[in-house]
């Protein structure tokens, strides 16, 4: 665990603005390598990931915070401060969700096209992220016996624990590694991000019966040791209701985008002078 990596002077440049300046910079590299695949012009997809890292971190940390109202509202001087990392990667799946919509109706471009682009992206970018959060000491795991070589003693933490963000940055690249592997096979569009809510559902779901959170998420009602309902005998938290509905979702795109018949008058199809290039208007 390294929250601050090194000073600038008086300034310290902490382990999480770096991770998620990796994560935003490895999520780049691979929409952009895959730009041309899909029929977009690698400056106008790197423009909108721009815009979607800033949106992103925005939504990440307003529904970190509507989680909690009451909390938050006694403890204002905390709403503006991300040394907690109160980010959720949900609150940037939303909004940057919404923001890619806007963006495909703007250009005049495929929504399904434009998902399975960037959704391999989103997936490397969540492994370096959430290295990050390790290195920050937040999102921790459950207590771990000595005997196991890898458990972590996080600052601040009484005992051994997980250390769950490296689980979950392992199984989304094992994750991202299925989606490349799958994309390959042939798709339709659309079905490449069903396949990331599938996976990336998953993932989270698994996560969390590891994951144990920080001391102020225990507090604030927020931590995965608090569960929201029951399943038989089995405790579900709120992210894994929501990890569970992205799975139903993922499912219910994937087959609603393989029945889709693709065609060249589709109104969702890239025009003429949109950022498609031109061999993919034909296609």
């Known amino acids: 665990m390294l929250p601050i990596l090194f000073h600038i002077g008086k300034f310290p440049v902490r382990s999480y603005g770096i991770s998620i300046l990796v994560a935003f910079l490895s999520g780049l590299w691979l929409v952009r390598k895959r730009a041309e695949k899909f029929g977009f012009d690698k400056q106008k997809v790197t423009d909108l990931c721009f815009y979607l890292l800033i949106i ?75 290295i990050g959060c390790f290195l920050n000491g937040c999102c921790y795991g459950g207590v771990c016996d000595a005997s196991v070589p890898w458990a972590t003693h996080f600052e601040g933490v009484v005992g051994l624990h997980h250390p769950a963000q490296l689980y979950d940055s392992l199984m989304n690249l094992v994750g991202l590694g299925l989606l490349l592997l799958y994309e390959r096979k042939g798709f339709r569009p659309g079905q490449v991000t069903g396949m990331f809510l599938i996976l990336h559902g998953l993932t989270r779901f ?78």
């Open 56 to 130: 992103g971190i925005l939504g990440a940390r307003i529904l970190f915070l509507v989680q909690d109202i009451p909390y938050y509202s006694k403890h204002l001087n905390e709403v503006f401060s991300l040394t907690f990392a109160g980010l959720t990667s949900f609150g940037a799946l939303i909004t940057g969700g919404a923001y890619v919509i806007y963006w495909a109706k703007k250009h005049h471009a495929r929504l399904g096209n434009l998902c399975d682009l960037l959704a391999p992206g989103f997936m490397l970018a969540h492994v370096f992220g959430r």
């Open 206 to 283: 698994i996560y969390e019966f590891w994951r144990a959170g920080t001391d102020q998420e225990v507090q604030t009602g927020l931590a995965s040791s608090t569960y929201w309902t029951k399943i038989g005998s089995l405790q579900i938290t709120q992210a894994q209701g929501v990890a569970l509905a992205m799975i139903v979702g993922g499912v219910v795109l994937w087959f609603l985008a393989g029945r889709r018949q693709v065609s060249p008058q589709d109104p969702t199809e890239l025009e003429p002078k949109s950022d498609v290039a031109p061999e993919m208007q034909a296609a």
